[in-house]
């Protein structure tokens, strides 16, 4: 016959179950990543199973240049990149990201690769509320550039000849709940400028941003550990 269990020890299970039963609430699942790979050639639309990926108004296409694969728009002024040719690529979360790094691809310097200038790139965020910001990559020389939103920019391959003129934004967002990104060409669309500001995606990573009512189980759990704590000792 099992004795009765005292009060303080009830407690103490108490907070064990919280603990437990935080443990096993769903977290949300690690750090996901898009590349370009995971966009079919011949194809405007992918269901990744965590987001959705789109192309308008052609289908995704792929340049690999110096070992790198990046996906960009059929048709327009510059096949295979985004261009100013009204194209984009669109990312759609099922739920709200916090992005990690971008990766962009085929941003030249001046007198690289056709382009008369140094290029440029625009990336659209629609946030958690609704809102949206906009923020633009911009190519100073070979393996410098300027991003005009939070974090940083590394260049990864040279902006030159023969390379893949590929650039890394660190917490291009910061810390901003994001629930879709766009990726525009950026530019005046004159006649000496039509093959300029083309570019594609290599890679994006983010992070799901925890629920309001997860975060608030996290804080009842962690208190009742304490207060159990403190009453055993």
Not at 29 to 53: C, E, H, K, Q, R
Not at 110 to 122: K, S
């Amino acid at each position: 016959m099992f004795g009765l269990i005292p009060l303080q020890s009830n407690k103490w299970i108490a907070a064990l179950g919280l603990g437990a039963g935080l443990a096993l609430a769903p977290m949300g699942a690690g750090a996901v990543t898009i590349t370009a790979a995971d966009l079919p050639s011949g194809t405007n639309f992918v269901d990744l199973g965590f987001a959705t990926v789109t192309s308008a108004p052609g289908d995704f296409t792929h340049k690999v240049i110096a070992g790198y694969d990046v996906a960009g728009v059929l048709g327009g002024w510059e096949s295979g990149e985004i261009d100013l040719d009204d194209e984009s690529i669109t990312i759609t979360y099922d739920e709200a990201q916090t992005i990690n790094s971008l990766d962009l691809g085929l941003l030249f310097a001046a007198l690289e690769e056709d382009d008369l200038y140094n290029e440029q790139a625009m990336v659209i965020a629609t946030l958690s509320d609704g809102s949206s910001v906009s923020y633009t990559l911009s190519v100073i020389d070979g393996t410098t550039a300027s991003w005009s939103g939070p974090g940083t920019v590394t260049n990864v391959s040279p902006a030159t000849f023969g390379n893949a003129a590929v650039w890394s934004l660190s917490s291009p967002f910061g810390a901003a709940a994001v629930v879709s990104l766009e990726l525009v060409g950026y530019g005046p669309a004159l006649p000496e400028t039509y093959r300029n500001n083309d570019y594609g995606l290599v890679s994006v990573t983010s992070t799901p941003v925890p629920e309001p009512g997860m975060m608030s189980l996290m804080g009842l759990g962690l208190a009742g550990l304490a207060f159990a704590g403190r009453k055993r000792s």
